[in-house]
């Protein structure tokens, strides 16, 4: 059985790399799109037409995939305001949190889903993808913080990065 919790551990984790992996290419992509977009249009007078509209692209991907692991690390909600409070006041409110964490995430999922869907008869102008390729993301970003909350929800821990938070205290 615990090959089974394991091998289940390290899929999570291989999406998990996945996940920021193209998070960190969108970035990258998109600092590399407007460097060049301000030098074609300084040095040489022109702009391709297609790089707002990818960098636009590549923003709206990259901050979505940035909710999903900014809730995978807890990093968007926290007080430290009411640290002193009895442990199991602390732990209840961090399951109300999840709880809620979660129930955002469903809420990405449906209507997200429903703005995409409804974006996808009309085109981009520069690329002409259809619209829904911008908003799509949004469903994704909703199945990812419900599972990362839903998991926290149960008591996992998902954080892979502790040093962040570890900095944060000693920096404070």
């Known amino acids: 059985m615990p090959e089974k919790k394991g091998s289940l551990?390290?899929?999570?984790?291989?999406?998990?790399?996945?996940i920021e992996a193209f998070a960190i290419t969108l970035l990258v992509a998109m600092i590399l799109i407007v460097f060049v977009a301000v030098v074609t249009r300084k040095v040489f007078?022109?702009?391709?037409?297609?790089?707002?509209?990818?960098?636009?692209?590549c923003l709206t991907w990259f901050t979505?995939?940035?909710?999903?692991?900014?809730?995978r690390e807890r990093l968007h909600l926290g007080m430290d305001l009411f640290e002193k409070?009895?442990?199991k006041v602390l732990d209840a409110s961090d399951k109300?949190?999840?709880f809620v964490t979660f129930l955002f995430g469903l809420y990405l999922?449906?209507?997200?889903?429903?703005?995409?869907?409804?974006?996808?008869?009309?085109?981009l102008a520069a690329t002409q993808l259809p619209n829904m390729v911008q908003?799509?993301?949004?469903?994704?970003?909703?199945?990812?913080?419900?599972?990362?909350?839903g998991l926290q929800l149960f008591g996992r821990?998902?954080?892979r990065y502790h040093v962040i938070e570890e900095e944060i205290k000693r920096d404070a």
């Not at 551990?9 to 996945?18: A, H």
Request: charged share 15%; hydrophobic share 55%.
């Open 157 to 159: 821990d998902l954080r």
């Open 9 to 18: 551990r390290k899929v999570f984790l291989m999406v998990d790399k996945i």
């Open 135 to 149: 908003y799509i993301v949004m469903p994704i970003t909703g199945v990812l913080t419900c599972v990362y909350s």
């Open 109 to 123: 999922v449906a209507y997200g889903w429903d703005f995409s869907m409804m974006m996808k008869g009309s085109f």
């Open 96 to 98: 109300l949190v999840d």
């Open 45 to 57: 007078g022109f702009v391709f037409a297609w790089s707002e509209e990818i960098t636009l692209l």
């Open 64 to 71: 979505f995939m940035g909710i999903a692991i900014g809730f």
């Open 85 to 87: 409070l009895p442990r």
